[in-house]
């Protein structure tokens, strides 16, 4: 089965959906509290793995409801932020998990607060590290208007189970710093997405510069940090590339670069002793002087 929405977006970090709904529009979701099917869904596998849902079925939805059938006892997921865990998706026909010989069940996901919306992810607002979340709702109610993808009707009834097993910012929140001089100027949109200005004359020399300064764990060597970055020729029009038009990622600093990203090298080191809440300001000469903006939002296990 083609499952084009969740499979266009996984990475080696996992999938990658948006909260951006909970903070700054209305939410699918009514509220937090068990509602109709949702209420009817039992799970009560291993946290962090298959959940073994089960419902009565068919089960058929018209709007999209949830329930919280485990409260977690960790930090809340911050407004607007990450939520890592997680997701496995059913049909609310059959009660089967989709996606054939390789369902989708606890795939690991990493929900965050980018302009990329499945709206599913809206009732993860109300988790605490450690909940597990129901969510029942037709397919385009819980995966956006092209919906889930493959042979699913839009109006087809899903049943998504979500597990939190940890919880990150959705944007630097630290203090604000003042950069040296000679570096681009650096306007942040609403969402926090960066946009550049640049002087005339390139920098000639590698430079990093704390824009905010965090006051959360500091980034060590080896660790996995989770980040937002856009990447920008020197004097260019547009960026090259870009998390804030998709979604964060999950970046080992180990010497290895298996995200596929373009945070290598001194770039990639330069992370290296910023606390969470961060953001960097990076010059990196070359063929082609590029510039970073990173967002320092969390450290994964």
């Known amino acids: 089965m083609s499952v084009r929405k969740l499979a266009s977006i996984v990475v080696s970090a996992g999938v990658l959906v948006s909260l951006s709904a909970c903070a700054s529009s209305p939410s699918t979701f009514a509220d937090c509290g068990p509602s109709g099917n949702a209420a009817l869904v039992t799970a009560e596998g291993s946290f962090g793995k298959d959940p073994a849902a089960e419902f009565p079925t068919p089960l058929v939805s018209t709007k999209a409801e949830t329930a919280q059938?485990?409260?977690?006892?960790?930090?809340?997921?911050?407004?607007?932020?990450?939520?890592?865990?997680?997701?496995?998706?059913?049909?609310?026909?059959?009660?089967?998990?989709?996606?054939?010989?390789?369902?989708?069940?606890?795939?690991?996901?990493?929900a965050s607060s980018t302009d990329f919306v499945l709206p599913f992810?809206?009732?993860?607002?109300?988790?605490?590290?450690?909940?597990?979340?129901?969510?029942?709702?037709?397919?385009?109610?819980?995966?956006?208007?092209?919906?889930?993808?493959?042979?699913?009707?839009?109006?087809?009834?899903?049943?998504?189970?979500?597990?939190?097993t940890d919880a990150f910012l959705g944007r630097a929140n630290g203090a604000d710093q003042i950069a040296q001089d000679g570096m681009p100027a650096i306007v942040l949109a609403p969402n926090?997405?960066?946009?550049?200005?640049?002087?005339?004359?390139?920098?000639?020399?590698?430079?990093?510069?704390?824009?905010?300064?965090?006051?959360?764990?500091?980034?060590?060597?080896?660790?996995?940090?989770?980040?937002?970055?856009?990447?920008?020729?020197?004097?260019?029009?547009?960026?090259?590339?870009?998390?804030?038009?998709?979604?964060?990622?999950?970046?080992?600093?180990?010497?290895?670069?298996?995200?596929?990203?373009?945070?290598?090298?001194?770039?990639?080191?330069?992370?290296v002793g910023a606390p969470v809440g961060s953001q960097l300001l990076i010059v990196a000469p070359g063929d082609s002087t590029l510039v970073y903006v990173i967002d320092v939002l969390g450290i994964a296990e």
């Open 69 to 110: 059938i485990r409260e977690g006892d960790g930090k809340d997921v911050p407004p607007g932020g990450i939520a890592y865990g997680t997701v496995s998706v059913y049909d609310g026909e059959t009660g089967e998990a989709l996606g054939g010989d390789s369902p989708l069940v606890a795939v690991p996901l990493l």
């Open 121 to 164: 992810a809206d009732a993860l607002a109300c988790a605490e590290v450690g909940s597990r979340v129901v969510m029942t709702g037709t397919n385009q109610q819980l995966f956006g208007e092209e919906g889930i993808g493959g042979s699913i009707a839009p109006d087809a009834t899903l049943v998504v189970v979500t597990d939190v």
């Open 192 to 271: 926090g997405q960066p946009g550049f200005t640049f002087p005339d004359t390139p920098l000639t020399d590698f430079r990093a510069d704390f824009l905010k300064r965090g006051s959360g764990t500091v980034v060590e060597d080896g660790d996995s940090v989770v980040i937002h970055y856009s990447t920008v020729a020197w004097g260019a029009a547009s960026v090259t590339e870009s998390t804030w038009t998709a979604s964060p990622k999950i970046v080992p600093l180990d010497g290895a670069d298996s995200t596929g990203t373009t945070i290598t090298g001194a770039v990639k080191d330069a992370i």
